[in-house]
């Protein structure tokens, strides 16, 4: 891979996660007005007072680890991934890769035209 393709991938990366974390954030935001509006309707000493806590509680985790493997498979999807290694070149990494060529995790060469 070149360098210039490294970086038109890390856009087309970049594009479409802006996307999926624009939709997920919508996602978050209506499940945790929804909740609040329960709970603050809720009569005194009823259940769904305490349960959508719980819930948001294992939701947030859930969609944190959901976010991580969905990033991990468009990186893959986009070979934005070290050939040695395997670990995510998008992200914190990217600007790493595309400044010395190397994996900064491994060291390993994953541009061709240094
Ligand atoms: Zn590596």
Known sequence: MT???LRKRLQDYSRTGNWIAT??????????????LLTSRAPKNDPIGF????????IMPASF???????KRRSRQHSLTCP?????????????????????YCGHAVISDL
Do not use: N
């Open 51 to 58: 349960i959508w806590p719980v819930i948001m509680l294992v």
């Open 23 to 36: 939709g997920v954030l919508v996602f978050f935001f209506a499940l945790l007005i929804s909740a609040g």
């Open 65 to 71: 680890f959901v976010m991580y493997r969905v990033g």
């Open 3 to 5: 360098r210039e393709e």
């Open 84 to 104: 040695h290694c395997g670990r995510v070149l998008a992200g914190t990494p990217a600007p790493i890769v595309i400044a010395s060529g190397r994996c900064c």
